[in-house]
């Protein structure tokens, strides 16, 4: 009976020795003047809050939103559920029921005119009308910074989706300084993009504040305009599609002449057009979808998905505003969870808008954590120097932290977030919630020795003495 008092006794002053050992200010005084720093570290385990600062306190949550889309979905959407895209027919027209799908591909689209060709249709002397009706409202939400909204993590969230919405192109700028850059885009591409952007050294660059800028045009064209410095490679470059029927419209005529269908119509948006089904094509199911979207941050699946949990759930064309707020009242009728504090206004967290408080956000960790069984979300999570947007994250690849931090991370201009679940040394999980923001640190000069950036000092400093800790 002794040993057992002694044995509960000694435990009990580890636990109270290794609170008292772990103190995050040597690794917050990494961070620069200026900062704003909301954590909080607690013990699920006990409930225990082992750490708490700001977390009170509206903060902009990044891609860490993708958390809650993710919690709504497994919640709401069934473990089957897929986009679904349908080929119609009605009389001499056909029409492409289009759903939201962020997956939905060129081939996807070839293979549905395929199996209308192999039940004999070679000439379509109709029309073909492009059904967009799931989705309703902008297909950009507010606070998404205008000067990206030409990239691709701000493809427009759309329910006419193809290809991601997305298209990859490179920029050249191997010739001698002052020449043009020159730009590929791939042949088949129905885009238009030319390039003004004028090769320069990097002391030019500098000295006249230069810098390459993007510009949109409707009928999905593209300028690249300033300058760019010199250099063996290419550029890669994604341009987000600015007018999706517009794309999708030049991709469906190039790929039914592939198929050898004739085409004597028009193809035209029309959301009231219906017809019997000829063929379908489905998405992953649920759980792959998800995977992408955190393992990957994938901006596009998040909001698409965002916006059919508002069309399911309020029985109406789904939104950015119907959208977030099913998300809300989702997660607060299945979990108890109150987010009325929280400011949402996409599914990805790309909007400058949003803001949520760490506190609300660690209790929607703690319940993906408590309920792993049912949801599995954690495997889908982010693992330090291992899998996705934390495989090559400075601070946590290496040892003794890789493998043991499993979190979505966010990022936006002057924020570093991160949320999830550490496992420490002795193998007890932690969960954690830290929103950096504010985080402007005095621009380095060019022939200043490379330093690690003061917020991979942060991290690296936080979670190694959290994990020595514990």
């Known amino acids: 009976m002794k040993k057992k008092v002694g044995l509960f006794f000694a435990a009990l002053v580890f636990s109270h020795s290794a609170l008292a050992e772990f103190s995050p200010e040597r690794a917050i005084a990494l961070l620069p003047s200026g900062h704003d720093l909301a954590l909080l570290i607690t ?9 708490s600062q700001r977390a009170e306190q509206l903060q902009a949550p990044a891609s860490t939103q993708k958390l809650l889309t993710a919690l709504a979905a497994s919640l709401y959407l069934d473990q089957n559920f897929r986009f679904t895209t349908r080929l119609e027919q009605n009389k001499a027209d056909y029409i492409i029921r289009f759903s939201g799908d962020p997956t939905l591909s060129r081939e996807d689209l070839a293979a549905m005119l395929r199996t209308l060709k192999q039940k004999g249709v070679h000439r379509i002397k109709g029309n073909l009308y492009l059904n967009g009706s799931q989705f309703t409202g902008y297909e950009q939400a507010s606070g998404w ?30 010739r001698p300084l002052g020449q043009s850059t020159r730009l590929h885009i791939p ?3 129905p885009i238009s993009a030319t390039s003004l952007a004028t090769i320069v050294s990097k002391a030019q660059q500098k000295s006249t504040f230069c810098s390459l800028e993007l510009q949109t045009q409707p009928g999905n064209h593209y300028q690249l305009n300033g300058c760019l410095p010199q250099r063996d490679k290419p550029l890669p470059l994604n341009f987000a599609v600015v007018d999706t029927e517009a794309y999708v419209r030049e991709v469906l005529l190039q790929e039914l002449e592939r198929t050898g269908i004739a085409f004597e119509g028009n193809i035209v948006r029309d959301d009231s057009q219906a017809g019997h089904v000829i063929t379908t094509h489905r998405s992953a199911p649920l759980p792959v979808l998800l995977k992408v979207m955190l393992e990957d941050s994938d901006n596009l699946i998040a909001d698409n998905l965002a916006k ?12 950015f505003r119907n959208g977030t707020e099913a998300i809300k009242q989702i997660i607060t009728e299945h979990t108890g969870i109150d987010l009325s504090r929280a400011v949402l206004a996409d599914g990805s967290g790309l909007s400058r808008d949003n803001r949520i408080m760490a506190s609300d956000m660690m209790k929607v960790v703690t319940y ?3 309920h792993n069984a049912s949801l599995n979300l954690l495997a889908d999570l982010p693992v330090s120097g291992q899998t996705g947007t934390l ?5 946590i690849r290496h040892q003794p932290l890789q493998n043991q931090l499993a979190a979505k991370s966010g990022s936006l201009y002057g924020t570093f977030n991160l949320a999830g679940v550490m496992t420490t040394k002795s193998g007890k999980p932690l969960l954690f919630v830290q929103f950096v923001t504010n985080y402007l640190p005095p621009e380095k000069q060019e022939d200043a020795p490379a330093v690690t950036p003061e917020i991979f000092s942060f991290e690296r400093q936080l979670y190694t003495d959290l994990y020595e800790s514990y």
């Open 43 to 51: 013990d699920p385990a006990t409930g225990q809050t082992i750490f």
């Open 145 to 174: 910074p205008w000067d990206s909204l030409g990239v691709c993590y701000s493809a427009p969230s759309s329910s006419i989706t193809l290809e991601h919405n997305c298209v990859q192109a490179a920029l050249y700028s191997d």
């Open 187 to 189: 042949a088949h591409q």
């Open 308 to 319: 059919t949990l508002g069309q399911r759930f309020f029985d109406q064309p789904g939104s």
């Open 368 to 370: 993906i954590y408590q």
């Open 391 to 395: 495989r090559y994250r400075q601070s």
